[in-house]
């Protein structure tokens, strides 16, 4: 069974800063992983999708990667801004069958970047 | 172009109610799946509709059911509503299943349930 997990649980930092999250998930076969963020009460942004063949996405002042062999990807928000406050969710859709409507979520770390 | 389109956005329900959420995908997307997000946990997959099949089930018991029309819109419906059910209830949708498709989904804004 897969599983997600997302540290920290939560962050606050100055506006200005660059800072990394981290998601691990327990089973590499995975088709891809996306990274979410999430206002508080909203639906979810999409903001990287990582092929499972693919290394690192970028878009704009974001960059995620992916190290599937570990487990593992981060993502990295350079010159972080108030309006980056919010949640931010990784998921993951594992390989295989028609699951690719189905991701697996971790928890989340709450991001507060203040001025 | 419109996202993904779900209402109600908001609604109250009492124990022992039934409800129907409603979600309209992206033109042209073909797969709908539905979440439920309890506060601060992450979404937990409900059901994986295509074509108006069911491709997949989540973990969840069986007064939860959906279906999927003609027009790729969906319905979620949930039977004699438990307190534990108030939740985000988030719709996706998908361009297509199989290799072809990047497996990206994008989400509709939810309906938020509070059962009383």
């Known amino acids: 069974k897969q599983e997600v997990t997302q540290i920290p649980a939560a962050l606050s930092v100055p506006e200005g800063e660059n800072l990394v999250l981290n998601c691990s998930f327990t089973d590499s076969a995975i088709y891809n992983l996306q990274w979410f963020r999430q206002d508080p009460g909203k639906g979810l942004t999409s903001l990287l999708l990582?092929?499972?063949?693919?290394r690192e996405q970028t878009s704009g002042r974001l960059n995620a990667s992916l190290d599937k062999s570990s487990g593992r990807s981060t993502l990295y928000i350079a010159a972080s801004q108030p309006g980056d406050s919010a949640t931010y969710l990784c998921?993951?859709?594992?390989?295989?069958?028609?699951?690719?409507?189905?991701?697996?979520f971790g928890q989340g770390t709450i991001l507060t970047v203040h001025p | 172009d419109a996202g993904v389109t779900q209402s109600p956005t908001h609604l109250i329900k009492t124990r022992g109610q039934h409800v129907t959420l409603r979600c309209s995908p992206i033109s042209g997307h073909k797969s709908v799946s539905w979440y439920q997000q309890v506060l601060g946990q992450g979404p937990q997959f409900i059901f994986q509709y295509y074509e108006k099949e069911e491709r997949g089930r989540g973990n969840f018991p069986d007064r939860f059911s959906a279906r999927q029309f003609p027009n790729y819109s969906s319905e979620l419906n949930v039977n004699a509503l438990l307190l534990g059910d108030s939740a985000l209830y988030l719709c996706?949708?998908?361009?297509?299943?199989?290799?072809?498709?990047?497996?990206?989904?994008?989400f509709g804004e939810g309906s938020r349930l509070t059962v009383l």
């Open positions: 998921a993951v859709t594992n390989a295989g069958g028609t699951s690719y409507g189905k991701l697996t």
């Open positions: 996706a949708s998908s361009q297509t299943v199989g290799t072809a498709n990047t497996g990206e989904l994008f």
């Open positions: 990582i092929q499972s063949s693919q």
